[in-house]
C-alpha cells in the first residue's frame, strides 16, 4: 500500500500565493509520476498539474503561467506552487501517484486531499 500526505492548504487574499506539498511513502517499487487535481464546490473533479519522474510537466490551460509543480524524487514527494491566486480556484485539492509494482501492475493512489480557499 501506498499512503499520500497533502499539506500547505489554508486561506490566502486573493493575489496571494500558496505551497502545497504531497508526499508518498509504503510500498513503492517504481513512483511513474504524481499529480495534483482539485474539486471545487458543486463541481467535478479537474487536472491540475502533472509531473513525470523523468521531468515532464503538464499544466490545465487555467493554471499555467501561475502554478509551479516540482518533485523531489528522493524524498517521493510533489510540490505545487501556486501564484497570483484567483477566488475560482477555490477547492479541495489531492494529489496521486502512479506507482509501478514489482510485477509490473500500476495502480493510482489518492490523498485526502487539502482545503485552498482564496477569499478577500
Known amino acids: 500500500q501506498v499512503q499520500l500526505v497533502e499539506s500547505g492548504g489554508g486561506l490566502v487574499q486573493p493575489g496571494g500565493s500558496l505551497r502545497l506539498s504531497c508526499a508518498a511513502s509504503g510500498s513503492i517499487f517504481r513512483l511513474n509520476a504524481m499529480g495534483w487535481y482539485r474539486q471545487a464546490p458543486g463541481k467535478q473533479r479537474e487536472f491540475v498539474a502533472s509531473?513525470?519522474?523523468?521531468?515532464?510537466?503538464n499544466y490545465a490551460d487555467s493554471v499555467k503561467g501561475r502554478f509551479t509543480i516540482s518533485a523531489d524524487n528522493a524524498k517521493n514527494t510533489v510540490y505545487l506552487q501556486m501564484n497570483s491566486l484567483k477566488p475560482e480556484d477555490t477547492a479541495v485539492y489531492s494529489c496521486?501517484?502512479?506507482?509501478?509494482?514489482?510485477?509490473?501492475?500500476?495502480?493510482?493512489?489518492w490523498g485526502q486531499g487539502t482545503q485552498v480557499t482564496v477569499s478577500s
Open positions: 509531473a513525470t519522474v523523468g521531468g515532464s510537466t
Open positions: 496521486n501517484a502512479v506507482v509501478m509494482s514489482e510485477r509490473g501492475e500500476v495502480f493510482v493512489y
